[in-house]
């Protein structure tokens, strides 16, 4: 490899680097995403709890008000028994009476169930987070330890971005603007080792590009080996390379 094909795969590479070092720096590092990711999910099962049992204690708070109201309705119509006059007007205070005795029972009963459902949260809660502390210590030491080792992935993004900016300049504007289209286009992948499949392949020519498996000509290798040319896949428009290994 030459020229400015040695010059292009190097900024593939360098951008690649970057992109993966700038998405640890978003995120958290791969060594710490099995534990992020179960960190958060118990969590959130936790604060789905905490909202279940918030939802409960409401629930039962506005239950016992409305059930108050409801036995101050009930003396008032208790009050108003002796003074009624007619049989017609004693009977319809009747129905009021009973109407607002089931009332209240249908409230009280609200009560309790939430009384309940606020109780058996309170003991889920207890449990899971006993079965959290560890989880959070792990985690805790985890973020720790990330933090230490923070600053060194933000020196490499920063060398990675001057290695960049370098690697353009050593290319001519016309090759920088054609990688970019493809890198673009390609979601961040602007070139393609040639591979050499086992056996020779069709016509025993067996060399592919490894990013869509397109046949390329033996004079194209040659000319991509020999004199580091620009080629293209006709398959995906990725930039030819032969890796050091192929
Ligand atoms: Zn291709």
Same mark, same amino acid.
């Given at each position: 490899?030459?020229?400015?094909?040695? %010059?292009?795969?190097?900024?593939?590479?360098?951008?690649?680097?970057?992109?993966?070092?700038?998405?640890?720096?978003?995120?958290?590092?791969?060594?710490?995403?099995?534990?992020?990711?179960?960190?958060?999910?118990?969590?959130?099962?936790?604060?789905? @709890?905490?909202?279940?049992?918030?939802?409960?204690?409401?629930?039962? =708070?506005?239950?016992?008000?409305?059930?108050?109201?409801?036995?101050?309705?009930?003396?008032?119509?208790?009050?108003?028994?002796?003074?009624?006059? %007619?049989?017609?007007?004693?009977?319809?205070?009747?129905?009021?009476?009973? %109407?607002?005795?089931?009332?209240?029972?249908?409230?009280?009963?609200?009560?309790?169930?939430?009384?309940?459902?606020?109780?058996?949260?309170?003991?889920?809660?207890?449990?899971?987070?006993?079965?959290?502390?560890?989880?959070?210590? =792990?985690?805790?030491?985890?973020?720790?330890?990330?933090?230490?080792?923070?600053?060194? @992935?933000?020196?490499?993004?920063?060398?990675?971005?001057?290695?960049?900016?370098?690697?353009?300049?050593?290319?001519?504007?016309?090759?920088?603007?054609?990688?970019?289209?493809?890198?673009?286009?390609?979601?961040?992948?602007?070139?393609?080792?040639?591979?050499?499949?086992?056996?020779?392949?069709?016509?025993?020519?067996?060399?592919?590009?490894?990013?869509?498996?397109?046949? @390329?000509?033996?004079? @194209?290798?040659?000319?991509?080996?020999?004199?580091?040319?620009?080629?293209?896949?006709?398959?995906?428009?990725?930039?030819?390379?032969?890796?050091?290994?192929?």
């Amino acid at each position: 490899m030459s020229g400015h094909l040695e %010059t292009v795969v190097k900024l593939q590479d360098a951008l690649g680097a970057l992109r993966q070092a700038e998405s640890q720096l978003a995120g958290v590092p791969g060594w710490m995403e099995e534990l992020h990711a179960e960190h958060s999910a118990r969590r959130a099962e936790i604060e789905a @709890v905490e909202a279940d049992a918030e939802e409960a204690r409401r629930v039962r =708070r506005q239950a016992e008000s409305a059930s108050r109201d409801a036995e101050d309705r009930l003396a008032h119509f208790q009050q108003q028994v002796s003074r009624v006059r %007619t049989q017609r007007e004693y009977s319809a205070l009747l129905q009021e009476i009973d %109407t607002v005795k089931a009332e209240i029972k249908a409230l009280e009963e609200e009560a309790l169930g939430a009384l309940e459902r606020y109780d058996n949260a309170q003991a889920a809660l207890e449990e899971q987070r006993a079965a959290f502390a560890d989880l959070d210590q =792990r985690y805790a030491e985890a973020q720790a330890k990330w933090e230490g080792e923070k600053p060194e @992935v933000e020196q490499q993004a920063t060398a990675l971005r001057g290695q960049i900016e370098d690697l353009r300049n050593l290319l001519p504007r016309g090759v920088v603007a054609l990688f970019e289209r493809i890198y673009e286009r390609r979601d961040g992948d602007a070139t393609a080792a040639l591979m050499q499949s086992e056996g020779g392949g069709a016509a025993g020519n067996p060399w592919h590009c490894s990013a869509c498996n397109y046949r @390329v000509r033996l004079q @194209v290798v040659t000319d991509i080996r020999l004199q580091g040319k620009l080629i293209h896949c006709d398959g995906c428009k990725r930039i030819l390379y032969v890796s050091d290994e192929a």
